[in-house]
């Protein structure tokens, strides 16, 4: 049975593609369409890839180089081993911003770590948060997502950044991922 399946397969016109209807397989004309689906990610799925292996972070550090002495850097990121890296330019693909970087390992394990990353405030408000809104998060990081979401809105919003303007985003930071307050 397997090897007739396989000739009639061979047999058919190569410009057709096989789909799976209720069991059955069923050629279909519309190989771009087909192509098209299987390239393209889906919104659900990369909200659970984010659930698993995604970080909304926002870090405080010293910078001697600004006003104040301290920078706030916001960071969307997902992160996958060396061998699952084509996921994350497809991801990144998908949002057309961000960066895949390499984060080359020197301990005993066997694959470099690769992180797909988004630092732009512009890019962060105006294509991931919008995309985290209409897409929402099924795990814990929702909540660190909101605070995340918070955070960019403000610095989006005021250029200022002051001793005021500190200590409201790190008030604001430690309520996220589980962190300690800080002392600035």
């Not at 004309?29 to 919104?43: F, G, M, T, V, Y």
């Not at 105006?126 to 909540?143: A, S």
Request: one cysteine or more; proline letters at 2%.
């Amino acid at each position: 049975m397997l090897r007739s399946l396989c000739i009639k397969l061979l047999r058919m016109d190569i410009t057709k593609v096989l789909c799976y209807h209720r069991g059955n397989m069923k050629p279909s004309d519309n190989i771009s369409h087909a192509d098209e689906k299987q390239e393209r990610l889906d919104p659900s799925w990369i909200v659970g890839f984010t659930d698993g292996e995604g970080c909304f972070t926002i870090s405080i550090i010293r910078n001697i180089t600004t006003k104040i002495g301290w920078q706030v850097f916001p960071e969307f990121v997902i992160s996958q081993g060396e061998k699952s890296k084509d996921v994350l330019f497809k991801i990144q693909e998908y949002f057309s911003c961000g960066i895949v970087k390499i984060n080359r390992r020197h301990d005993t394990h066997r694959e470099h770590m690769y992180r797909y990353c988004v630092r732009s405030i512009k890019e962060l408000d105006e294509i991931i948060i919008p995309f985290f809104d209409k897409y929402q998060l099924h795990t814990n990081k929702r909540k660190d997502f909101l605070i995340f979401k918070r955070i960019v809105k403000i610095m989006s919003e005021s250029s200022i950044r002051d001793d005021k303007f500190l200590r409201k985003v790190s008030k604001i930071v430690s309520l996220m991922n589980n962190k300690k307050k800080r002392r600035i």
